[in-house]
């Protein structure tokens, strides 16, 4: 049987890596440290590249036998996401989720890491190096919120409340048109109020802090959605891919959507789909 590594020790290796390689970077990037990898919208730092090449020797002598999915390894080598379907634990790296926000001084950026385990996520990490906390959770133990000066606070999602109530981050941008257009018109009437932060990790910190009720994202790459997962089940809320089905990291299409409870997920897919 297999022993999963103390969080607390995942943990110290984020905010490390954050503190040596990404914080020195935050509104100082030259204009040699940012590329472009499929188009304008879809950008990588130095800081991205620093910190994914720092924590994979890493996590990976931190659980002897496991590999590691990195979001860049993975734009270099689709290959690597053979990885989460192995026998072997599979770490989940998102070296700087929200890159092109830290890229024009947003503070909307984190660092993200999960385990995964027979396709099943594990543990799961999101670090907010600015807001000085990291939310990690345990497969099974609960989500938890841990501040830079040592304090935890378990982690619970918003009460259900009528959809016309709810506040939730909507991403629309890699759905096919016309729906597209057809659930932003939706969006406008069946929800009390959508935002989007261009981060996936910040939109789950919403999620588990009480200020968001659900959030919508057409993509699933594993590093944007592993951890968050994991902490929005494991926080009490429900979530599945925009069929009903089942998550699993190694589907990359599909959707997700979260909502508080099972019920209010129904109503929100009958609400905001055509």
Same mark, same amino acid.
């Given at each position: 049987m297999i022993s999963f590594p103390d969080p607390a020790a995942v943990i110290d290796i984020m905010r490390e890596t954050a503190e040596a390689v990404i914080l020195p970077r935050f509104k100082?990037?030259?204009s040699g440290d940012i590329q472009e990898k499929t188009g304008p919208?879809?950008?990588v730092t130095i800081a991205d590249i620093e910190s994914e090449r720092r924590m994979t020797p890493i996590l990976r002598d931190l659980l002897p036998g &496991? &590999?590691?999915v990195g979001e860049e390894a993975v734009a270099a080598d689709t290959a690597v996401l053979d990885n989460l379907t192995a026998d @072997?634990? @599979?770490w989940i790296i998102d070296p700087v989720d929200g890159t092109r926000n830290f890229t024009k001084g947003n503070s909307k950026f984190c660092v993200m890491v999960g385990l995964v385990h027979k396709r099943q996520p594990v543990l799961g990490f999101i670090l907010d190096?600015?807001?000085e906390r990291c939310a990690f959770a345990v497969r099974g133990e609960g989500a938890w919120m841990c501040g830079y000066d040592g304090k935890e606070e378990r982690l619970s999602v918003l009460a259900p409340s009528p959809t016309s109530k709810m506040r939730g981050a909507l991403n629309f941008r890699f759905l096919p048109s016309p729906l597209k257009e057809e659930m932003k018109e939706r969006a406008k009437t069946e929800?009390?109020?959508?935002?989007?932060f261009g981060c996936a990790g910040h939109e789950y910190l919403s999620l588990l802090t009480g200020e968001a009720h659900f959030a919508m994202h057409p993509k699933n790459m594993p590093?944007?959605?592993v951890a968050g997962s994991l902490m929005h089940q494991e926080a009490g809320g429900f979530h599945a891919r925009f069929n009903k089905r089942p998550y699993y990291p190694d589907q990359l299409d599909g959707g997700l959507l979260m909502a508080p409870d099972e019920a209010s997920w129904d109503d929100l897919r009958e609400k905001l789909w055509p």
């Open positions: 100082s990037l030259e919208e879809d950008l &496991s &590999s590691v @072997a634990p @599979a190096p600015l807001g929800v009390g109020d959508h935002f989007r590093w944007d959605h």
